[in-house]
């Protein structure tokens, strides 16, 4: 089992940036595909970008493609993902989890474990 501390969210200005990290707790953590998700008030839990185990593949939403990066640093057990030209769209509860069969998925279903969420909220 993992725990998952989300930080670094916050307010900020549209075209501005944040850099969200992910903590994981355990000494499996680059066993585990990692991904962010995000989910605004009303609406589902919606797909951001995922990272595998080695860091060697990414995958991203359309809607941040090119603005977003997801990185990962197995040494320290931390997720990251920079987030630039932010649109008040963006505007969520952004939450990373983990995946312990490295599968590399988009959907929620594929993904074991959850933090408790970071607020970022872009203003227009």
């Known amino acids: 089992q993992v725990q998952l501390v989300e930080s670094g969210g916050g307010l900020v200005q549209a075209g501005g940036s944040l850099r969200l990290s992910c903590a994981a707790s355990?000494?499996?953590?680059?066993?585990?595909?990692m991904g962010w998700f995000r989910q605004a008030p009303g609406k589902e839990r919606d797909f951001v970008a995922t990272?595998?185990?080695?860091?060697?593949?990414?995958s991203y939403a359309d809607s941040v493609k090119g603005r977003f990066t997801i990185s990962r640093d197995n040494a320290k057990n931390t997720v990251y993902l920079q987030m630039n030209s932010l649109k008040p769209e963006d505007t969520a509860v952004y939450y990373c989890?983990?995946?312990?069969?490295?599968?590399?998925?988009?959907?929620?279903?594929?993904?074991?474990?959850w933090g408790q969420g970071t607020q970022v909220t872009v203003s227009s």
């Open positions: 355990g000494r499996t953590f680059s066993s585990y595909a």
């Open positions: 989890a983990a995946d312990p069969r490295g599968t590399f998925r988009r959907g929620v279903s594929g993904y074991d474990y």
């Open positions: 990272i595998s185990r080695s860091g060697g593949g990414t």
